[in-house]
């Protein structure tokens, strides 16, 4: 079945610091969706993809779907304490309404 | 805009019992939900898609007869683990399509099962 690989699996960074990770597929996408969970509750939608190359920013957070519509990237910039969490990356291969799900960034930040 | 709400938050139950799980978009109409599930630190499972009206579809490996689903409005799935067994507990997790978002998902916040 469909795998999307979320690279890297885990980051531990200071408060400031700008994070990046990204989400590779083996076959194409034609939406990408970017989410974050906090422990103990849903995932919470952060950005939405739609078409290959876009760049869409929300807030500090920016991201883009790939060319080839089988990555896309996730860039926090200033990262502050509530940036915690686990990031996932999902969308619906191409022709199917469900969701495939990346396997989470766990980002931690350091005192 | 796009709040889905989960009930209960948390419950306890004991062997063989069963347990209804809520699911309500608030603000939106939702013809398919779907229900999740999702083992610590793992990624979320798709268990079934419920659509408004009809019978849920349900992956390949998820015992429809125990994870009865019920799509009965626009608004409101609902899950009942039936005859729960302790691996049964999990974290339960329903999201809602917005008919006219129909690429994006909408998450509840979870409900966390615990069988005894």
């Known amino acids: 079945g469909q795998q999307l690989n979320q690279s890297p699996q885990s980051m531990f960074i200071q408060e400031g610091e700008d994070v990046s990770m990204n989400c590779t597929s083996s076959?194409?996408?034609?939406?990408w969706l970017w989410y974050k969970q906090d422990p103990g509750e849903g995932p919470v939608l952060l950005i939405a993809?739609?078409?290959?190359?876009e760049l869409t920013s929300n807030g500090r957070l920016t991201a883009q779907f790939g060319i080839t519509r089988k990555d896309s990237f996730l860039n926090i910039s200033a990262s502050i304490p509530s940036d915690v969490g686990i990031y996932f990356c999902?969308?619906?291969?191409?022709?199917?309404?469900?969701?495939?799900f990346g396997t989470g960034t766990r980002l931690t930040i350091i005192p | 805009g796009a709040v889905v709400s989960q009930h209960p938050s948390r419950v306890i139950c004991k062997s063989g019992t069963s347990v209804k799980i809520e699911c309500r978009s608030l603000?939106?109409?939702?013809?398919?939900m779907f229900w999740y599930r999702q083992f610590p630190k793992k990624s979320l499972m798709l268990m079934a898609t419920?659509?408004?009206?009809?019978?849920?579809?349900?992956e390949q490996g998820v015992e429809k007869d125990k994870f009865l689903i019920n799509h009965a409005s626009l608004t409101l799935s609902t899950l009942t683990v039936t005859s729960a067994h302790p691996e049964d507990s999990s974290f339960y997790i329903c999201?809602?399509?917005?008919?006219?978002?129909?690429?994006?998902?909408?998450f509840g916040p979870g409900t966390r099962l615990t069988v005894t």
């Open positions: 999201s809602a399509r917005d008919r006219d978002r129909i690429h994006e998902q909408y």
């Open positions: 076959s194409i996408f034609n939406t």
């Open positions: 993809l739609y078409k290959a190359g």
């Open positions: 999902a969308g619906p291969p191409l022709g199917n309404e469900k969701l495939t």
């Open positions: 603000d939106f109409q939702a013809t398919t």
């Open positions: 419920s659509n408004e009206g009809s019978k849920a579809t349900y």
